[in-house]
């Protein structure tokens, strides 16, 4: 069993920069494929980005791409989302996931087989 803790949610400005963090328990946490999605009020839980077990392959939803970075540190069983540029439309809960399937990082929420509470980001215009 995997808990993943998500944390760095808040309230910023447009143009503004967050960066959120997810803790993860268990000494399996290398070996995952981690992702972040998010779920703006009223709509579905959208994939925003992945990466390897290693962190050698990212994968990033086209909104996000050149504005987010996603990045992990194994030593420490975490997974960050650095977001910059930030857009009122990027207002949501983001939510950090874990598959534990060996693989490519997927962008299919029911490949993930674990999933964090959540992190509110809101970004006022």
């Known amino acids: 069993q995997v808990q993943l803790v998500e944390s760095g949610g808040g309230l910023v400005q447009a143009g503004g920069s967050l960066r959120l963090s997810c803790a993860a328990s268990?000494?399996?946490?290398?070996?995952?494929?981690m992702g972040w999605f998010r779920q703006a009020p009223g709509k579905a839980r959208e994939f925003v980005a992945a990466i390897s077990s290693t962190g050698y392959i990212t994968y990033y939803t086209d909104s996000v791409k050149g504005r987010f970075t996603i990045s992990r540190d194994n030593a420490k069983n975490t997974v960050y989302l650095r977001m910059n540029s930030l857009k009122p439309e990027d207002t949501a809960v983001y939510y950090c996931?874990?598959?534990?399937?060996?693989?490519?990082?997927?962008?299919?929420?029911?490949?993930?087989?674990?999933w964090g509470q959540g992190t509110q980001v809101t970004v006022s215009s």
């Open positions: 996931a874990a598959d534990a399937r060996v693989g490519a990082p997927t962008k299919n929420t029911e490949e993930y087989d674990y």
């Open positions: 268990g000494r399996t946490f290398s070996s995952y494929v």
